[in-house]
């Protein structure tokens, strides 16, 4: 009998395992078809869950790191364009049948969705489920159309056009907020059964009867449907209105360019402005960028129809306490503030340009001189901004207290003693008469308005100071006389 030696043993278990190593790098499983658990997906923000059996075969097929996958394609069942819903964690799922739950994409609407399962190691794929209806109701609530309004006509030969508010009134959860949505509109025909007529946003009516809308969900029941209108043919007893709409929505962000307005078909069109006619504009649409109230008048040849709408471009008002122009004491503040009724406001406050540090309050208190601005920024909704303006220059009292009336000045332009300053009981407002005279006599100046401004021309240059006289004669007093020397 041969005799087993250690490096026999280990050369058998070396072998070994690397049959078991080769056999496991070169499994293959199978993934069995996806078995939905639904019947139709019809998800929202308070329920988007799902549930989907499938097998695979053999168990010791996949690896300890592998991963189940969900792949869902798009709403054709094209798995080109898929997205993936669930992945499991590395080795979570090692046994057969499994069950996985998934959640839609926002962006989910279609009639044709099929998913299939994929693993990662080994590399497998399933064959696509059956196709199932799925859709996301990101927007499931009543809306309204035509602000509410219950009746309207349309001229024989002429059309009527409803249309989904944006916003509207009362908090009106509009559909249009969300650009992914599309709408089917309906008829009528008894109280319980409808046709549908169109899809979109807008529907124009020709036919009378009563209508609404509903946001497309296919097969999935929903709360997004409109408020009923009922759309008569007009007598000439009847006021027909023509309906005027936004294309940007309304209020509109004017910082985003023109909206453009437009009305049901006719047979010629009349643009007004806060009642005023707008010269030439005389099509079916008209473009702005400015707030007001427009309206139209719309000619069907057997009669007219009118409309309006108060057309809101998404600006704000703001204003601030302050003049144009302050004077400011050395040593004493302004205190600015800034009244505006935007949505969510920034304010930046700069001077001479220059932005002042951590100045971003409704508020400022200004100590220094020079050319000041704010900058108010909406930050929500329509994102624009308003700047106010005004200026800071220090303030010289004209009218200082001194004692004396003094003989000497110097108009250097430096700020100091550049003018003739005497005391307040003589200057305007006592009714004092002040005269001064040259040395030749001639009068300079003779006024009972004295501003201490003298002298507010430049005084011709001589190498020597020039001396002038004055006379100051107040109201039932002795006049006061002396001389003032101009010092160069």
């Not at 023109?258 to 007004?272: A, C, H, I, K, N």
């Not at 200057?427 to 004092?432: D, I, K, L, P, R």
Request: aromatic share 12%; charged share 15%; net charge negative.
């Amino acid at each position: 009998m041969a005799k087993i030696t250690f490096p026999k043993i280990l050369y058998f278990l070396v072998a070994f395992f690397m049959v078991s190593y080769t056999t496991k790098m070169g499994a293959q499983i199978v993934i069995g078809t996806p078995d939905l658990q639904f019947t139709q997906a019809c998800a929202n923000e308070d329920f988007n869950l799902f549930g989907v059996n499938f097998v695979f075969n053999p168990e010791t097929g996949i690896n300890s790191s592998n991963q189940f996958i969900v792949e869902m394609s798009n709403s054709e069942g094209d798995f080109s364009e898929s997205n993936i819903v669930f992945t499991s964690n590395p080795g979570a799922i090692s046994t057969s049948p499994a069950s996985v739950n998934f959640s839609l994409p926002t962006t989910t609407a279609g009639e044709g969705y099929k998913i299939r399962i994929k693993s990662t190691h080994p590399a497998a794929s399933s064959t696509p489920s059956v196709s199932f209806s799925a859709y996301y109701k990101i927007q499931d609530s009543p809306f309204s159309i035509n602000d509410f309004i219950a009746t309207s006509h349309f001229c024989p030969g002429g059309s009527y056009l409803l249309t989904i508010d944006n916003p509207g009134s009362d908090g009106n959860d509009s559909p249009l907020n969300y650009p992914s949505l599309t709408f089917n509109w309906f008829k009528e025909i008894n109280p319980t059964t409808s046709v549908l007529v169109a899809q979109g946003q807008t529907l124009s009516v020709t036919e009378a009867g009563v209508y609404f809308v509903e946001t497309n969900y296919g097969t999935c029941t929903s709360d997004s449907f409109s408020n009923r209108v009922t759309v008569l043919q007009a007598s000439s007893a009847d006021e027909v209105f023509a309906n005027i709409t936004s294309s940007l929505g309304n209020p509109f962000c004017a910082a985003e360019g023109p909206t453009t307005l437009s009305t049901v078909q006719g047979d010629s069109y009349q643009w007004f402005k806060e009642g005023t006619p707008i010269p030439g504009e005389t099509n079916q649409t008209y473009e702005t960028a400015v707030s007001g109230s427009y309206s139209v008048v719309v000619n069907f040849g057997s009669c007219e129809a009118t409309g309006s709408i108060e057309l809101q471009s998404g600006s704000f008002t703001s204003s601030i306490d302050v003049p144009n122009v302050n004077m400011l004491e050395a040593g004493d503040v302004l205190v600015v503030s800034v009244t505006t009724d935007a949505v969510n406001p920034e304010f930046q406050w700069l001077l001479d340009g220059e932005v002042i540090t951590n100045a971003t309050q409704s508020t400022f208190n200004v100590s220094d001189f020079g050319f000041y601005s704010v900058i108010i920024t909406q930050t929500n909704g329509c994102n624009t901004s308003n700047e106010h303006s005004f200026q800071v220059e220090e303030f010289i009292n004209p009218f200082p207290e001194v004692e004396n009336i003094p003989n000497l000045i110097s108009p250097n332009g430096d700020g100091i003693n550049d003018t003739w300053v005497i005391p307040v009981r003589y200057v305007s407002g006592s009714n004092t008469e002040v005269v001064i005279y040259s040395s030749q006599g001639e009068i300079v100046l003779n006024t009972k308005d004295y501003l201490n401004n003298w002298p507010e021309d430049q005084l011709s240059t001589s190498s020597v100071n020039q001396v002038f006289y004055y006379m100051i004669i107040p109201q039932g007093l002795q006049p006061k006389k002396g001389s003032i020397t101009i010092i160069k």
